[in-house]
C-alpha cells in the first residue's frame, strides 16, 4: 500500500523550480505521486481548494498541505484558468 | 553517492507539523537528511541564510531552498535563539 502525495501546480516559473526538486525527492516506494497541473485540470480547483490549498506550488499529503515558496495564489490560479 | 537534503526548523508548531511530512516522503536511499533545529544549532544560522533560507520550516535540497509553509521568519529565530 502507498499513500498518496498530489503535487498542485499552474506551470509557474517558481512551481516548475519548486517540482524538479520534490519529484525528486518523494519516495515513489513509499508514495504514490500524482502531478496535477491546473492549466490542464481546472476542474481539480475545486478539489486542491477543500483540501486547503491556498497557493500553488502545493504538496497534498496525507490530507495535509504542504505550500511549497509562493507561485501564485489559487484565487490568481482561478482568473487564469477559471 | 546521496545528496543532501537539510530541513532547518525552530522547533515552532507549523515546523513539527511539516517535519513529520518531509521526513516521511524523502527517499533516504537518494538522498541524507538532516534535520537542523535552530534551538539546539544556533551556529547554523548563518549557514542557512547564506543558502537563501528566509523563514522556516525550510528544506534545503542540492543548494535550492523550498520554503514550506510559514512558521516564523530568520530573523525572528534569531532574535529569540540568537
Known amino acids: 500500500m502507498s499513500a498518496k502525495v498530489v503535487f498542485y501546480h499552474a506551470g509557474c516559473p517558481v512551481c516548475v523550480s519548486a517540482e524538479q526538486k520534490v519529484l525528486n525527492i518523494v519516495d515513489k516506494n513509499k508514495y504514490n505521486l500524482e502531478v496535477v497541473h491546473f ?17 500553488v506550488p502545493a504538496l497534498l499529503i496525507d490530507g495535509e498541505v504542504l505550500h511549497i515558496n509562493f507561485g501564485a495564489s489559487l484565487d490568481d490560479v482561478k482568473k487564469i484558468v477559471g
Open 39 to 55: 492549466g490542464n485540470a481546472k476542474n481539480r480547483i475545486t478539489e486542491a481548494e477543500k483540501a486547503g490549498v491556498k497557493s
